[in-house]
């Protein structure tokens, strides 16, 4: 039987009445107020999660740019100091082994940061191509991780630390910052289209904070889940590892070609992504329901004469839009804003018309 794991703020959770399931082997809160109560405070106050169970790689040694360079498709090179940086690293059909951050934390000293679920496969698929001269650590179980984000993130974590967070800027971060008399590592960086921090530590640390923050942000701060963390990045049109993105969809046919660079190295995968760039076989479409049903993941789309385009990557009823919005990875490149197209709901076929993406756009700081 699968051991479920369960990270340093696990007992938090059940306390603040978080309702539990498993994700990818842990056992992480889908929802405490509720989904939609949830996102709305996130859109307009402040929410904070829990993301320890993502992991963590150490990549060091004299080799270490180039090797990162090798394996990813943005430039690596370009970091600048107390930089962050989203990338792909792409498998050499040109599908996407996993999306992460790259913190440059000093010359020949990154920290990368993947999802949970592909955390053993990303490490093997690393340690198979790691060149000598560079050194490849996990250290997923000795950090944990929270996510404070919304419009009121920085003035309540402002409440318990003497540096300006101001200083940190979009995509940026600080290590060894002292907050509440923890040293942690805070970036600007997030998974909602918010304004916000994510906050790296050592278990008692974290676990300190969450509790700091919680009673310092009074009524502005709201426990987040799983649930509304999944509704808020789709909104702000962020992507999901196997759903967007996966081993076969290209991130330029996810429409994320903003992460894949060609004037630097040759990296893996970087040819069949240069002529999905000039012909790409798919394209990603947003779309919004005019009739009622919530557009799986997976289910067909279909031209209006019933001919299959393609399939829902993810779809859902969103809070903040109150409509109910989708994302599909569709054969026909002619299809354009305000076409209309079939989803197979089961048996039925819901009429949606295409719109532009993201969903939603704000501001970034």
Known sequence: MEQV????????????GGKMVNFFGWELPVQYSGIIDEVKSVRNTA???DVSHMGEFMVEGEGSLEFLQHMLTNNVAK?????????????????????LLVYLLSKN???LVVNASN?????????????????????????????????????????????????????RHRENLNIDGHEVLVSRTGYTGEDGFEIYGQHKSITSLWDRILSVGE????????????????????????????EEISPIEAGLGFAVKFKKPEYKGMKVLEDHKQNPPRKTVGFKMKGKGIPRSQYKVLS????????????AFSPTLDETIGTALVSDKDLDIGDEILVAVRKRRIPAEIISLPFLKKEDK
Request: with cysteine.
């Open 79 to 99: 970091i600048k100091e107390n930089g962050v940086q989203y990338t792909m690293m792409c498998n050499e059909q040109g599908g996407v082994v996993d999306d």
């Open 119 to 171: 955390l053993e496969k990303d490490f093997n698929w690393l340690n198979k191509h790691k060149p000598e001269n560079v050194k490849l650590t996990n250290v997923s179980d000795q950090i944990a991780q929270i996510a404070l984000q919304g419009p009121k993130a920085q003035e309540v974590l402002q409440k318990l630390t003497d540096f300006d967070l101001g200083e940190i800027k979009f995509f």
């Open 304 to 315: 209006q004469d019933e001919e299959e385009l393609g399939f829902v990557t993810t779809g």
């Open 109 to 111: 000293r990154y920290l």
């Open 47 to 49: 929410g904070i999660f």
């Open 219 to 246: 009524k502005e701060v709201v426990p987040a889940g799983l649930g509304s963390r999944d509704t808020l990045r789709f909104e702000a049109r962020l992507p999901l590892y196997g759903n967007e993105i996966t």
């Open 5 to 16: 794991r369960k990270t340093p703020l696990h007992q938090q959770h059940i306390d603040l």
